[in-house]
């Protein structure tokens, strides 16, 4: 199985400011088609996950550009400017490359 | 609009059985894979597998090979999963999703005896 590796596993972040997830797979996410089916998804309180971004760095219908997701191969960062109140919740990457894993998840809480 | 609907919250005895529904509205349900995934409470994400919609064809992760069952019943847009010989660490929220964008509410499963 592919090992989704997701660090830090919680962050404390003030209001307004920007704060990246990392994301690391112990195997390149490269298809045979030339993509990488890494996403990430953020799942709120009591909700259900909620896919933000797809294939890295494609931004989901309705999702701000303050959600931005780059790299390649086995390195991804999802990176999320100005940080509202409801971003907050628990971040996860997803790859579809390989037979489906998610990473552990990236708890955001308030500072 | 796209939308999965699944069934109410569980509470079985180990060494008991359920069957959860999913019911998929405002697309062609033959067209996307249904997945299945778990999440015990206060962990992550684990995905169990998935089943072809068009040939009714399951895949299961190594730890839901055995004791768990998905099926279709494609008339009525519906995927089910069937947990057999219930134990307690079954205990969680199952999620039905397609293509990882669209999730179902979640039902949640309690084994207790």
């Known amino acids: 199985d592919v090992v989704m590796t997701q660090t830090p596993p919680s962050l404390s972040v003030a209001i307004g400011q920007s704060v990246s997830i990392s994301c690391k797979s112990s195997?390149?996410?490269?298809?045979?088609?030339?993509?990488?089916?890494l996403h990430w998804l953020l799942q709120s309180s009591g909700r259900s996950p909620k896919r933000l971004i797809y294939q890295v760095s494609n931004l989901d219908s309705g999702v701000p550009d303050r959600f931005s997701g780059t790299g390649s191969q086995k390195d991804f960062t999802l990176k999320i400017s100005r940080v509202e109140a409801k971003d907050l919740g628990v971040y996860y990457c997803?790859?579809?490359?390989?037979?489906?894993?998610f990473g552990g998840g990236t708890k955001l809480e308030l500072k | 609009q796209i939308q999965l609907v699944q069934s109410g919250p569980e509470l079985k005895k180990p060494g008991e059985s359920l069957k959860i529904s999913c019911k998929a509205s405002?697309?062609?349900?033959?067209?996307?894979?249904m997945q299945w995934v778990k999440q015990a409470p206060g962990k992550g994400l684990q995905y169990m597998g998935w089943?072809?919609?068009?040939?009714?064809?399951?895949t299961y992760a190594d730890d839901f090979k055995e004791r768990f069952v998905f099926s279709l019943e494609t008339s009525a847009s519906t995927a089910y999963l069937q947990i057999n010989n219930l134990k307690n660490e079954d205990t969680a929220t199952y999620f039905c999703a397609r293509d990882e964008q669209y999730w179902g509410q979640g039902v949640m499963v309690t084994v207790s005896s």
């Open positions: 195997q390149s996410l490269v298809y045979s088609d030339g993509k990488t089916y």
């Open positions: 997803a790859q579809t490359t390989h037979f489906p894993t």
């Open positions: 405002g697309y062609t349900f033959t067209d996307y894979a």
């Open positions: 089943i072809n919609t068009q040939t009714g064809k399951p």
